[in-house]
């Protein structure tokens, strides 16, 4: 929890200066007892034998009656604070890159691999009310198993995995958002080949939907969806990687961004061709930063798997501004309970 609290209502605090009132009212009551006490020498006779064994008892019931008045008054200013909850997200998208510089062993015992086991990790350790959804990209993008809670077809669609050419990072972006907002007419096809900026897109194969009018929001906003992009090299083809994060941000879905391979990259061969594959950190952070999420970079299996796990952390668990008036409410009542009980126990009376 984070402090200081803050309050919806911060003139009901005003009420905590009747505290001292009661703590006066308190003394005078001990004193006029007191007073009477001495009136009768049997009664100070018995006092005096008792001795101050059992003083601080006859004090501790009315100090936690007190306390419980004074959590209620703050209770009653409705306060909230910034504190870890369960998250609302109800949905993740992985985009994976499925490119042929997946191949690379530089990521024991090679990119792709290593990516497809920490996926299926991850999915492990997520609770089965989050969905789930697939995209895998190379020279485009495609939804290869959409949103769904059964982690079996989602790990049946991880083990199908083709390498392709080409690297489309923006594509697999949008159709992941078209994935999420079906709603909206996400046309890839418009951002891949032209047509100026449209306000809103459909992929191509996709049913005709009614569009809706689309208001962009703040990055980061929208709670019940999150997007994974785990890719290892730079774009060569598709749509423009920081024009499909606009349209992530606009949207407000956070775009995590995990980097594999390593950053100096190496040389593969395949089929007469060969390259140079380089990890393009530069972009994926640009990405991360501009979705209001983060970017993590795996240069190993084992990284790999641990950057997997916090992303599970984090998308199972968030800090929100929540209020936490009904929670004191709750103490101030047990606080109640505990002074009428320890009173009934050792004076046969409340308070």
Do not use: C
């Not at 306390?67 to 209770?75: C, E, F, P, Q, T």
């Not at 086991?117 to 959804?133: H, T």
């Not at 991880?158 to 697999?172: V, Y």
């Not at 930063?289 to 084992?302: C, D, K, P």
Request: glycine content about 6%.
């Amino acid at each position: 929890m984070t402090l200081p609290l803050n309050f919806l209502w911060p003139q009901f605090l005003w009420l905590l200066l009747l505290l001292p009132l009661l703590i006066a009212a308190y003394w005078w009551l001990l004193r006029r007892k007191k007073q009477l006490a001495l009136r009768f020498a049997s009664l100070s006779i018995v006092r005096e034998a008792m001795g101050n064994r059992l003083h601080w008892r006859r004090h501790l019931p009315p100090a936690l009656f007190l306390l419980a008045i004074a959590v209620m008054l703050v209770a009653a200013a409705r306060p909230f604070a910034v504190i870890a909850l369960p998250s609302t997200q109800e949905t993740i998208m992985l985009a994976m890159d499925v490119s042929g510089s997946m191949r690379a062993t530089d990521v024991k015992p090679n990119r792709l691999v290593a990516s497809q086991n920490a996926a299926k990790a991850f999915l492990a350790e997520l609770p089965r009310s989050v969905r789930v959804g697939i995209v895998a990209f190379a020279g485009s993008a495609q939804v290869v198993q959409p949103p769904t809670l059964s982690r079996e077809d989602l790990v049946a669609a991880i083990d199908k995995f083709q390498l392709q050419r080409g690297t489309a990072i923006g594509s697999g972006i949008v159709v992941s958002l078209a994935e999420l907002f079906p709603d909206q007419g996400i046309d890839l096809a418009a951002l891949t080949y032209g047509s100026g900026k449209p306000r809103s897109y459909a992929i191509d194969q996709a049913p005709k939907k009614e569009k809706k009018d689309f208001v962009p929001v703040a990055p980061g906003s929208y709670g019940s969806a999150a997007l994974i992009l785990l890719t290892d090299g730079q774009r060569t083809t598709g749509v423009d990687t920081m024009e499909a994060a606009k349209m992530a941000a606009d949207r407000g879905v956070r775009v995590y961004t995990v980097g594999v391979g390593t950053v100096d990259g190496e040389t593969i061969g395949f089929e007469g061709w060969s390259m140079r594959v380089r990890l393009d950190e530069a972009t994926l952070k640009q990405v991360a930063l501009a979705t209001q999420a983060e970017y993590f970079y795996a240069g190993s299996a084992e990284t790999l798997k641990q950057v997997y796990e916090k992303l599970s952390t984090r998308l199972t668990v968030e800090k929100k501004e929540t209020e936490i008036s009904g929670l004191l409410a709750l103490l101030a009542a047990v606080l109640a309970i505990g002074a009428a009980a320890l009173s009934l126990a050792w004076f046969n009376r409340i308070l």
